[in-house]
Nanobody, 119 residues
Framework: VQMVESGGGLVQAGGSLRLSCTAS????????MGWYRQAPGKQRDLVAT???????NYADSVKGRFTISRDNAKNTVYLQMNSLKFEDTAVYYC??????????????WGQGTQVTVSS
């Protein structure tokens, strides 16, 4: 499974960015998809997840500001980030929990996209 991310960049505090991540390969179905982030010198933390049915879960620090969504037909997950803060600066990674055509389960990560918020 290949995961390709896009949409990171530099934005001023209070601004918005939208991240996208598309999965491709021998995918039968994708269950959960999510976004995680890792700031310099820190561990990778959950930002938001979404199930195939649309149930979402958010880190407390982003509730009310970030929105995760997905397009199952395109195997794509999005992260709309509004009211960005300096502390949102990190490398953002997408993840997909999938079932492949040979019925093996797979957990795959994107390459990461940098989000930098200037104060």
């Amino acid at each position: 499974v290949q995961m390709v991310e896009s949409g990171g960049g530099l934005v001023q505090a209070g601004g918005s960015l939208r991240l996208s991540c598309t999965a491709s390969g021998s995918i039968l179905s994708i269950n959960a998809m999510g976004w995680y982030r890792q700031a310099p010198g820190k561990q990778r933390d959950l930002v938001a997840t979404i199930t195939r049915g649309g149930n979402t879960n958010y880190a407390d620090s982003v509730k009310g500001r970030f929105t995760i969504s997905r397009d199952n037909a395109k195997n794509t997950v999005y992260l709309q980030m509004n009211s960005l803060k300096f502390e949102d600066t990190a490398v953002y990674y997408c993840n997909a929990e999938s079932l492949q055509y040979d019925l093996r389960k797979s957990s795959d990560w994107g390459q990461g996209t940098q989000v930098t918020v200037s104060s």
